[in-house]
């Protein structure tokens, strides 16, 4: 299986990067893993939300150039639905035994996802109706990626 993770903006906290690089090395026993890193748009918090929505714009026509073509998408927005680890496991598995083998994730940056980005997901999923900070999500993304590889292969990590 491939998997690309689209994310705005760079990890810039070492214990992120460190936390992303391990798991990223778990699942390498599991799946090809691309990340794909779209720069994020200066945006002041004085800004308008006209300008907000040209931010998100920017951000999403390189995150939609970048998606691989006949990949599965998943866009992770708090909109979505909600998934256990081993409903998640269970998608995951599901998609492999219809053929789907090229997934992409989606994590937006901290004013959201254009609506074209969300509007071309297979899948909205959420993690949490909390927020989180994109550079950390992507760890808890990597972690519930590698997780349901063990929960799919029976092997012990999971509890």
Same mark, same amino acid.
């Given at each position: 299986?491939?998997?690309? +993770?689209?994310?705005?903006? @760079?990890?810039?906290? /070492?214990?992120?990067?460190?936390?992303?690089?391990?798991?990223?090395?778990?699942?390498?026993?599991?799946?090809?893993?691309?990340?794909?890193?779209?720069?994020?748009?200066?945006?002041?918090?004085?800004?308008?939300?006209?300008?907000?929505?040209?931010?998100?714009?920017?951000?999403?026509?390189?995150?939609?150039?970048? +998606?691989? /073509?006949?990949?599965?998408?998943?866009?992770?927005?708090?909109?979505?639905?909600?998934?256990? !680890?081993?409903?998640?496991?269970?998608?995951?598995?599901?998609?492999?035994?219809?053929? +789907? !083998?090229?997934?992409?994730?989606?994590?937006?940056?901290?004013?959201?996802?254009? @609506?074209?980005?969300?509007?071309?997901?297979?899948?909205?999923?959420?993690? !949490?109706?909390?927020?989180?900070?994109?550079?950390?999500? /992507?760890?808890?993304?990597?972690?519930?990626?590698?997780?349901?590889?063990?929960?799919?292969?029976?092997?012990?990590?999971? @509890?």
């Amino acid at each position: 299986m491939k998997i690309t +993770i689209i994310s705005v903006g @760079k990890i810039k906290e /070492k214990f992120f990067t460190e936390a992303a690089k391990e798991y990223i090395k778990r699942l390498s026993k599991y799946c090809r893993l691309i990340e794909e890193v779209v720069p994020d748009e200066k945006a002041d918090d004085n800004f308008s939300p006209a300008e907000i929505d040209q931010v998100k714009i920017k951000e999403g026509q390189k995150i939609l150039n970048k +998606i691989p /073509k006949n990949s599965y998408v998943i866009v992770l927005d708090i909109r979505g639905i909600q998934l256990s !680890s081993e409903a998640f496991a269970q998608k995951l598995n599901t998609l492999a035994i219809q053929g +789907i !083998s090229d997934l992409t994730f989606i994590i937006g940056g901290s004013n959201g996802l254009w @609506k074209e980005v969300t509007d071309r997901a297979d899948l909205k999923l959420s993690f !949490s109706k909390m927020t989180f900070p994109h550079q950390l999500f /992507k760890v808890i993304l990597l972690e519930q990626i590698y997780r349901a590889f063990k929960i799919n292969s029976g092997e012990t990590y999971h @509890k």
